[in-house]
């Protein structure tokens, strides 16, 4: 497969299947930025994990091409003349947001009550997961603003929110499991 393709040369780029759009379009700004929390992601996976995190941060990065690849494909496009589907293979479901919350669940089991609002940091895998966090919530607000031109896949926003709450409670479990201190906002 050639890299380049010299096609979006001109500002321009292709969504899946073939319309042309400006490369600052929102639907491009809204899979970008899934692209960018993607590549957090792999940074954090990088990092020391025990290897249930580690295989959990897999699974969702593989299910953010799922996003991705819904968000590159306009509703009008996502069925071939044939009838056949062109994602058929390729969803969000619930199950997938349902895993994010019993993980939320299952580490919110293992940590001190939170009373107070904390501080990003304490630990440099923690910091990579605020950063993470961060990124997930401006491509849930693109995606906000997409969904507000354009029909999109309501699970998108659902697993986006909650991908978001996982990644805030991670960064909490990797603050304990690395005897780290949670600095918490006292005004």
């Not at 929390?37 to 994990?49: A, E, F, T, V």
């Not at 897999?58 to 299910?63: D, F, H, L, M, P």
């Not at 994602?87 to 107070?116: A, C, G, R, Y």
Request: with cysteine.
């Amino acid at each position: 497969m050639k890299i380049y393709t010299k096609t979006g040369d001109q500002g321009m780029t292709g969504l899946y299947g073939g319309t042309r759009v400006s490369k600052n379009h929102i639907r491009i700004e809204s899979f970008g930025t899934i692209d960018e929390l993607n590549s957090y992601l792999g940074l954090i996976r990088d990092q020391k994990l025990a290897p249930k995190m580690f295989e959990d941060l897999v699974k969702i990065q593989k299910e953010l091409f799922i996003v991705g690849a819904i968000l590159a494909t306009p509703i009008e496009k996502s069925v071939l003349k044939n009838g056949t589907k062109r994602l058929e293979d390729t969803k969000l479901t619930e199950e997938m947001v349902v895993f994010l919350e019993n993980e939320i669940d299952t580490m919110n089991e293992q940590l001190p009550t939170m009373t107070h609002f904390v501080l990003p940091g304490g630990h440099t895998t923690v910091s990579y997961c605020h950063m993470a966090r961060c990124v997930c919530r401006k491509a849930e607000r693109l995606v906000v603003h997409l969904s507000s031109e354009v029909s999109l896949e309501p699970l998108v926003l659902k697993y986006l929110n909650r991908l978001s709450d996982y990644l805030f409670v991670l960064a909490r479990k990797l603050i304990f499991d690395n005897k780290a201190e949670e600095i918490k906002w006292i005004p």
